[in-house]
């Protein structure tokens, strides 16, 4: 069983840093987020928030919300302590997702972009039933992923859409397809579940919990 996971590394997370605006599509998959993330949001987690991007731009529409941000990469704490440091709505924690998540209370929207793919399979079913566990009732799950593709050749392609073609596989990634994971959105008792968008391997799952 894979459990590689490099995000440790300064290198690896700014090496991601440094082409993450540069992912084709990524930005249309973060305009339908937020169009479904309620203006009316008291609090909002967000697992992996890497250096606070999709938290920033959540906060352009939301600037009063409270949130708390986790990531586990040294780096990318830093990005994020650095862009909210002014901001006394953020909190910003030390917490690696392989673990169950610290008691933070509830919170209205929980959120996550393209990290959830680097934990085992089991452990990312075990994780969603966790953010279930902590939303308010009608509260929304959002999450931004790398998924499978159906297809190696899909694969292929979707690598060399990006750029990386040549370069050998991340192994800190652990794709698992849409289908199995909207099935597990259903079962730990989410409604609403679909993939709002797709492109290729970027994905849009949301599910909300019902009142």
């Not at 606070?52 to 906060?59: I, M, P, T, V």
């Not at 790398?146 to 859409?161: D, I, K």
Request: aromatic content about 8%; some cysteine.
């Amino acid at each position: 069983m894979n459990q590689t996971n490099l995000w440790t590394s300064a290198e690896h997370a700014l090496k991601y840093l440094g082409k993450a605006d540069q992912i084709p599509h990524r930005t249309e998959g973060e305009a339908v987020l937020l169009e479904h993330v309620p203006k009316t949001v008291k609090r909002i987690l967000d697992l992996g928030t890497g250096d606070g991007r999709l938290l920033a731009l959540l906060k352009i529409e939301r600037p009063h919300v409270q949130s708390i941000a986790l990531d586990f990469s040294p780096t990318m704490l830093e990005g994020a302590r650095n862009r909210f440091a002014r901001d006394t709505t953020v909190t910003v924690i030390e917490h690696n997702l392989e673990q169950s998540l610290p008691d933070l209370g509830f919170f209205d929207a929980v959120v996550s972009s393209f990290a959830i793919h680097h934990l085992i399979n089991q452990r990312q079913r075990l994780l969603y039933t966790e953010i279930f566990n902590l939303l308010e009732p009608s509260g929304i799950f959002c999450n931004l992923e790398h998924v499978a593709s159906p297809t190696p050749a899909l694969h292929e392609r979707f690598r060399a859409a990006i750029g990386i073609a040549h370069e050998p596989e991340d192994p800190s990634n652990k794709l698992l397809d849409v289908e199995t994971q909207l099935l597990w959105f259903r079962e730990i008792g989410f409604t609403d579940v679909d993939c709002y968008w797709k492109w290729l391997e970027l994905a849009l799952l949301i599910g909300v919990k019902p009142q």
